[in-house]
Structure formats: structure tokens, C-alpha cells
């Protein structure tokens, strides 16, 4: 089993800046990706920005240039620098991690982003 801990969500002002971590613990399993995921109000929970275990990184349109997701292999931590941010970027964040020889998906709790003037 993995478990997930966020941290790091907050109320910021536009064009501002988060960083979020999310820490990985459990036994010995290999963790193939790491990411992050939001829900905002109303909509469906979306990819924002995936890691792979080989360094690849991928994000969705509307972060590219202002979001950068940086992985630590050994603390099996991932993190999300945010910046730039805009009202839109405003949601519930979610850590995910795909671990195991089935590829099974681990979720954290979450923690809220708040972009408000």
C-alpha cells in the first residue's frame, strides 16, 4: 500500500505563487508516476501535471509555462511550483501516485488552492 500526504495549498493573491509537496510512505513498492490532479466547483477532476519515474513530465495546456512538477526518487516526494497563478487555477488539488506490478492508483486528501484578490 501507498499513502499520500499533501501539503502546501493556501489563499493566494493573482499572479502569485504555491509550491505543493506531496510525500509518499509505505513498503517497499515501485512507484512508476507521480502527480496532480484539481477539481474545481461544478467540474471534473483533470490532470494537471504528471511525472514519470524515468523524469518524464507532462502538463495540461492551460499550467504549461507556469507550473513545474519536479519529482525527489529518494524521499519519494513530488512537488508542484506554481506560479503565475490565475482565478481559474483556484480547486481541490490531488496528489496520485501509480505504484505496483498492477498499476494501481493511490490518492491523497487533497488540499484547496485559492487564487482571490
Known amino acids: 500500500q501507498v499513502q499520500l500526504v499533501e501539503s502546501g495549498g493556501g489563499l493566494v493573491q493573482p499572479g502569485g505563487s504555491l509550491r505543493l509537496s506531496c510525500a509518499a510512505s509505505g513498503s517497499a513498492v515501485s512507484i512508476h508516476a507521480m502527480g496532480w490532479y484539481r477539481q474545481a466547483p461544478g467540474k471534473k477532476r483533470e490532470l494537471v501535471a504528471v511525472v514519470t519515474s524515468g523524469g518524464s513530465a507532462n502538463y495540461v495546456d492551460s499550467v504549461k509555462g507556469r507550473f513545474t512538477i519536479s519529482r525527489d526518487s529518494a524521499k519519494n516526494t513530488v512537488y508542484l511550483q506554481m506560479n503565475s497563478l490565475r482565478p481559474e487555477d483556484t480547486a481541490v488539488y490531488y496528489c496520485?501516485?501509480?505504484?505496483?506490478?498492477?498499476?494501481?492508483?493511490?490518492w491523497g486528501q487533497g488540499t484547496q488552492v485559492t487564487v482571490s484578490s
Open positions: 496520485n501516485a501509480v505504484w505496483g506490478s498492477t498499476y494501481t492508483n493511490a
